[in-house]
Structures are given as C-alpha cells and as structure tokens.
C-alpha cells in the first residue's frame, strides 16, 4: 500500500522516453518540415480543365480497346524477357559481392553507388553506346540490381540465427559451414527478396518503354500522349494482369520455360562496336578540358552546367515532401485494409485500391497526373505519396492480419489506438525510412517528365549528346542519393524493427 | 569419497562469463571420468555459460547438444544429424552429401534414428517437426558425433517423463561421462550419479545424487520458497512474452 506518496506528475505533452511518444515527436517534426518548406514548392494546377481529361481516362479504362493494340504478346513477351533476365544477371552480379560486402569497404561503395542510380538513367546513359536494344535494357536493369543484391543479400545473411554454426563440430571448412548453415538458413529470405525483386524488374522493364525501348510502357506512353485512351487502357489493364497473374505463371517449375522462351525474344543483339565504345568510355563521357589538363577551361566548363543549386533544392524538396506523404497516405488507408476494420466489401475494395496503386510505377502515376494538372511540383508529389504509401499501407495491413488483439471487443478505435498502432507504428517508420532512399531515387527520374530536379537537366543534357555534362549530373545524383541514404539511416528511430515479412524493399 | 580417476576437469576459482561480463565469479568444480551430473538452476542461473565453457575447455572428446537445438529448419532430418561429423569428411563429400546422401553416412544415420524412433522422418525438414521430435533430431546429432562425453543444454525440455528417460539411457549406453543441463528434479535424483546446482551464478550444490532429497533440489528456485502471490510487485518475466512478429 503506498500511503504517504504523493501521485507522480501527470506527463505534459508528448514527453516521456516511452517509445510512443518518442516516435510521435519524429514523425511530427518531420511533417512540420515539410509544411514550413511547402511555400517553396510549386504546387500550381496549370491545365484548365483537368475534369474532362480525368473522364476520358477514366473512361478509356472502363472501355479499353483491346484490338487497338499493336501486338500485344510481343510486348508482353519482351517485357517478362527484360525483367526475368535483367534479374538474373542481378543475381549473378550480386551475390558474390554479397559475400564481399562485410569485409571490403570498396565493394559497400560501389554498390551504394551503383544503387544510387535509377535503372532508367542506367539505360540512358546505355542507350548512347548499345542504342535501342535488349543488351541496354538487360543491363539498365542488372547493374543496379547487382547493387541491390549485394546489399540486401549481405543483410540477409547476416541475420541468419548463429546458433546452427556454433553447434557444429570444430574443424568444419568456411565453404562447408556456408552450404550447411548459413545458405540453407537464409534461403527463404533470399528466394523471397529475389521474387520481390523481380516484380520490382517487372515495373521497372515497363519503364523502359518511355525510353524508347519496345516494351509495354514504349506503347503506353505513346498512347497517353497522344491522347488516345482506350487504347491506353487495354495496355494499363493488360499490365495490371500480368502483375496479378504473377503468382501463377512465375512458379519456379516454369522459370526455366520462361527463361529460354524470353531468350529468344530479347534479339536482335546489338553488333558492339569497340572501337565506338571505348570513345565513349574514355572521351565523350568526360569534360574535355580535364582530359586536355586544360585547368582554365575546366572552369568555363563547369560555368556552362546548368545552376545546380535549384535543381538539388527541389530534387531534395519534392523527396521530403514524397516521404511525408507517403507517410500520411499509409497511415489513413492500412487499417482499411486489414482484417480487424470494416466490412467484406471495404477490405476487398481497398485492398484493390492499394494493389492498383502500387502495382502503378511511380513515373506512370506521375504521367497522367500530368497530363491531368500540368507541369508542377503537384503530379510528382502526389505520385510518389500514392504509390509509395500504397505499397507501405498493403504491407502494414498484412503485417496487422497477422496479429491477434490481446483485448477482444475493444471499439474499433481503442483496437486502433491501443492495439494495434503501438505494434505496428515502429515498423511503418523503419518501413518509410527504407523508403526514403528509393523515393529520392525515382524523384530524379520524375524530372524527365519535366519537373525541373536533377533528372530533368540529364535528360536534357542525354538529348542534345552532351554527355560529359550529363554524366557529371549522374555523378551529383548519386552522390546526393548516398548523402540522403546516409542521413536517414542516422536519424531513423533505432527502435525500429525491418521485420514484415517481405517488407525488405 | 576415494578419487580412483585424475578428473577429466577441475576449475579452480575462475571467472566464466562471455567477454567481459563474468556469470559465474570464482567458480571451483571437479568432473571425473564416469561421473553423471545433473545440473540443476532457474533460468539465467549460469548453466548455458557453464557448459558452454567445458565445452571450451574438453574440446575434441565432447558430444554437444546445445539448448534450443541449433538445428537449421532448411535442411532434412539426415543432414542435421549428418552435420555432427561434417568435420570428418571433405569439403566436395559434404557438398555432394546435400545433392545426394552419401552411402555410408546414410546407413548409419538411419540406424540411429530406428532408435531414436525418428526413422520415418529423415527426409522432412526440420522446420515441419514438433518440439519432441526436434529435440530428437538434436540429441541424434549429438549422438552421431560419437565422443565420450556428452553434454547437454536442456536436451530433454520437451518430451514427456517416459521419452525423457528413453533418450537418457540412449545418451548413456554411448557416453561414459555425461553433463546435462535440465528442469525436471525426479529424474535428476533418479538418473543421475551427482548433482551441481547453480543459484545467481554461484555453484550452490555439488553432491552426490543419492545423498540429496527433493526439498534440497528446490532450494535452489527462489520462486519455490513462498507461494507466489499474484499481487507482489512486478517480478521479472521468466517466460519469454508471444513474439507477435512473425519470425523466420
């Protein structure tokens, strides 16, 4: 019985070092930094009528024109090809860097690097030298996924339990204890993350096609801008299916089938021609004047790139405010998604509504709100909050689905606020975290849409073939990307977890 | 008591931890070749550290079965216990041995999982096991390592009073020396030759088995001493909590 103590204080707002009120104080410091930076931001809606345009999206979807569609199973043939092989070489790039990664400081920055750029700037800058063919979309998709491979490969690993190993008999060989312990411990992990992956190179080799490569996305765009939208349509509905689908026809007894089939329709190869090759390589790609030892001239060079500091500014800018709404976006629609809110036919609907959206690559949501709003900061805000936050809120539900409420009956708000939130909110800031980095990513790429971040000066730079000053910018975004990925893994709350399953993005 | 053997180990105040944590200061034990101990203690007493230092210490001679098993869920009954002697065959063998079982290693393993009463269950994952059955693929292993001594981190936790006993006398037809870590407090008296008991990490107990009753045995559990009172101020959870993240 405490008889003499005097209560302990009430706790004033939002103090404490409980994890909750911690991880509160995070989250609205940075949702008041990205509404004290909003001003900056052009947010301005420029079409005039964006309603008419939406109808007749909306309509072209309802109605799609299946027999406009130049041959469609070529397209889509090509389009598993690229993402099926660009995959693999991924693996076979990855994996022994994986290996590495631990141990060599070089290798953790080269593939931070290589993961720094987004496959679409790989394939540009591949596009000058093996121009449009499979060998540049192979290759825009392996190099970064090599990095990503390396790096995730490694963590996985690493996590595996330690215990197997140590029980084993001493003078047991380094190979062995890896074919016997770690691999076989780590091999759901590892399958898991390559099959996510390969949906991810599935987006990714849709993407493509807005390069000019011939893939879906090549036939999507043109559709769109052209504003010929039931044909539109049939190629959005075409691709959905071919993600939902993914279940059923990417079984591991038919990869090989799909293997060699993509195989041969990933020709014509390209004849490579050295000599064109080794001139972009060791001259074009680099500023004249430093390959001259011309120090004077370097300067004027560096005088005729573009002014920076905007770009990074917004590049920078429109990630913040991705993030953020990214965050608020999964926040408000996951426990519609879950099994523990609504009825039948909310959860159906919105768990629909959440695969549409992030099944949508970023650049393509971004496109038809551009074409909706006009050029602005706004279509690539709203696209990256959508599909980032999507992707986090289906996640989180199926990580909610998976947990039993202590307390039955609670009110839907009490399960919301004292169940479930507590449990799951560590897990979607790591998650939002990990995402930052890839939300800065596709930012740069946003700018070949026309919003003025780094990507927009590169591919204005790729166009007119000043490839030093093009890659220089590469170098920036990298570097940018890097920074940015470093920053977020010091300030991200250590208290969160990456443990969804299948959340590893 | 006469001492017949030079003791397979004597510590003599020394401190046991892991790096520079100590769990069990100053500690001084005897183990003769021969003996059966039991060792008795409440979790987080020091029994995991202290077996995991004669292990240390008797290197080559001993049979380990380490606590929650150390199996990889990956892989199939056969080649967890094959990995007891993974040190014994070359690195190719032990790679071919995951494509296709080896000849020999095949015949013995399943030998000694008839015994074990696994024989059945040799190609299924350990992953899809029950709790006793894991615990028999475990103690298999150990078992296939074919050494003198064996020791054990709770290798009978999760089978039932009969099983337990069936395993014990598996474990001591092959072992002359034994030391194993364990909960039930019958089966310490009734099984083995000497009892250690460990109590906030100082080595309580060291008797022989026949000279020791019950009520002794539970002196060394604090929870034992007082009924345990719902309402007490909060006590350390001694269970772990449900994991409600999904672990791998």
């Not at chain 1, 509504?353 to 099944?359: A, C, D």
């Not at chain 1, 959508?386 to 809120?393: K, M, S, V």
């Not at chain 1, 570097?479 to 443990?499: G, Q, T």
């Not at chain 2, 019950?214 to 719902?230: I, M």
Request: neutral net charge.
């Amino acid at each position: 019985m405490s008889s003499s103590a005097t209560p302990p204080a009430r706790p004033r707002w939002l103090t404490g070092n409980a994890l909750g009120p911690r991880l509160a104080r995070h989250t609205l410091t940075l949702v008041a930094l990205a509404l004290l930076l909003l001003p900056l931001a052009d947010l301005s809606v420029i079409t005039r009528e964006p309603w008419t345009e939406l109808a007749r999206m909306v309509q072209g979807l309802a109605w799609p024109a299946w027999g406009a569609v130049e041959s469609p199973f070529h397209a889509l043939g090509l389009t598993i090809a690229v993402a099926l092989w660009g995959t693999l070489a991924g693996v076979v790039l990855g994996f022994p860097l994986a290996l590495l990664f631990a141990r060599s400081r070089l290798v953790r920055a080269g593939c931070a690097f290589l993961r720094a750029i987004h496959e679409l700037f790989w394939a540009l800058l591949f596009l000058q030298v093996f121009g449009l063919s499979a060998l540049t979309a192979l290759a825009a998709l392996a190099i970064p996924y090599a990095g990503i491979f390396a790096k995730v490969y490694a963590e996985i690993l690493e996590q595996t339990p330690r215990a197997p190993g140590d029980a084993l008999p001493p003078g047991v060989g380094r190979l062995v204890r890896f074919a016997y312990t770690e691999l076989p411990l780590a091999w759901p992990r590892l399958a898991a993350y390559t099959r996510y992956r390969f949906e991810c190179g599935l987006r990714a080799s849709v993407l493509l096609g807005f390069v000019g490569l011939p893939t879906l996305g090549f036939q999507l765009e043109t559709a769109f801008r052209e504003g010929r939208y039931h044909e539109a349509g049939a190629l959005l509905w075409l691709f959905y299916l071919l993600i939902a689908s993914l279940p059923w026809w990417s079984h591991r007894r038919l990869l090989p089938v799909l293997a060699i089939g993509g195989a041969l329709l990933l020709g014509p190869w390209p004849s490579v021609d050295g000599a064109l090759l080794w001139r972009f390589v060791s001259q074009d790609i680099w500023p004249r004047p430093l390959l001259e030892g011309d120090w004077p001239g370097l300067v004027t060079w560096l005088t005729r790139i573009p002014d920076l500091a905007p770009a990074i500014g917004n590049t920078l800018l429109l990630g913040l405010l991705g993030t953020v709404g990214s965050l608020l976006v999964a926040l408000v629609m996951w426990p519609w998604a879950s099994r523990h809110f609504g009825n039948r036919v909310s959860r159906l609907a919105s768990k629909g509504l959440l695969v549409l959206l992030r099944s949508t690559p970023e650049l393509m949501l971004a496109f038809i709100f551009l074409l909706l709003l006009g050029p602005s900061m706004l279509p690539a805000w709203l696209a990256l909050a959508l599909h980032n936050g999507a992707l986090i809120a289906f996640l989180i539900a199926r990580h909610a689905d998976s947990l039993t409420p202590g307390m039955a009956n609670l009110p839907a708000s009490g399960r919301l606020a004292y169940e479930l939130l507590p449990r799951l909110y560590p897990s979607l800031l790591a998650l939002l975290y990990y995402r930052a980095e890839v939300i800065l990513r596709e930012t740069a790429i946003l700018g070949m849409l026309g919003v003025a971040t780094l990507g927009y000066y590169i591919d204005e730079n790729f166009q007119y073939l000043m490839f030093d000053i093009a890659c220089f910018l590469l170098l920036v975004t990298a570097a940018l990307n890097i920074a940015v990925d470093a920053l977020s893994r010091r300030f991200r709350p250590k208290e969160a977890p990456l443990d969804v399953p299948g959340m590893d993005a | 008591m006469p001492e017949r053997h030079a003791p397979l180990l004597a510590l003599e105040g020394i401190d046991l931890g892991h790096g520079d944590q100590v769990v069990l200061p100053r500690l001084s034990l005897t183990l003769r070749p021969g003996e059966r101990v039991a060792l008795l203690g409440p979790s987080g007493a020091g029994k995991s550290t202290l077996l995991a230092a004669l292990r240390a210490r008797l290197g080559d001679d001993v049979a380990w079965c380490p606590q929650h098993h150390g199996l990889v869920p990956g892989l199939a009954v056969y080649h967890n216990i094959y990995m007891g002697r993974l040190a014994e065959h070359s690195a190719l063998a032990n790679l071919w041995n995951l494509v296709r079982p080896l000849r020999e290693p095949w015949r013995e393993i399943a030998e000694l999982c008839e015994q074990l009463g696994i024989a059945e269950l040799m190609r299924r994952p350990v992953g899809r096991l029950s709790g006793g059955q894991r615990q028999r693929t475990a103690i298999g292993r150990a078992l296939y390592q074919r050494r003198r001594l064996f020791l054990g981190d709770e290798p009978v936790a999760s089978v039932d009073p009969h099983q337990a006993l069936r395993l014990l006398s598996l474990i001591d037809a092959q072992h002359d020396t034994c030391v194993i870590a364990l909960h039930q407090r019958e089966l310490a008296l009734s099984h083995f030759d000497r009892v250690w008991g460990l109590r906030d990490g100082r080595l309580v107990l060291d008797a022989p088995a026949d000279e020791l009753s019950l009520d002794d045995l539970d002196a060394l559990y604090p929870d034992a001493e007082t009924p345990v009172r719902s309402d007490q101020q909060e006590t350390p959870a001694t269970r772990p909590l449900p994991c409600y993240r999904g672990r791998v």
